[in-house]
């Protein structure tokens, strides 16, 4: 699967933003997608997760009411819009996907180094 992310930009706080991440090489169908931020000198962490299958999501507590991922069935793509941004939002964001099928906790989706593919980063810079 090769994964290939953009929309990042930069914005002033209280601002939106929507990424995408469009999927190729082969379905997703089954998978879970994910983004995850990197900020300087900083981990990489969870943001949002969607299971491609339902539609099930999951969010970091730090972005629940103001992120929402979905996806495009029809486009193999994974949205994330962004709304309310904070100078803290501030990262480089990148999307993952993985099968799950090795996954035995149910919290795994939260993990980055559960993920088997990833995207390149995209940078995404709020101002104050």
């Known amino acids: 699967v090769q994964l290939q992310a953009s929309g990042g930009g930069s914005v002033q706080a209280g601002g939106s933003l929507r990424l995408s991440c469009a999927a190729s090489?082969?379905?997703?169908?089954?998978?879970?997608m994910a983004w995850f931020r990197q900020a300087p000198g900083k981990g990489r962490n969870f943001v949002a997760a969607?299971?491609?299958?339902?539609?099930?999501?999951y969010y970091a507590d730090s972005v629940k009411g103001r992120f929402t991922i979905s996806r495009d069935i029809a486009k193999n793509t994974v949205y994330l819009q962004m709304n309310s941004l904070k100078p803290e939002d501030t990262a480089v964001y990148y999307c993952?996907?993985?099968?799950?099928?090795?996954?035995?906790?149910?919290?795994?989706?939260?993990?980055?180094?559960?993920?088997?593919?990833w995207g390149q980063g995209t940078l995404v810079t709020v101002s104050s």
């Open positions: 993952a996907a993985d099968e799950g099928s090795r996954w035995t906790y149910s919290g795994s989706y939260y993990y980055a180094g559960k993920y088997k593919y």
């Open positions: 090489g082969r379905t997703v169908s089954g998978y879970y």
């Open positions: 969607i299971k491609w299958s339902s539609g099930d999501t």
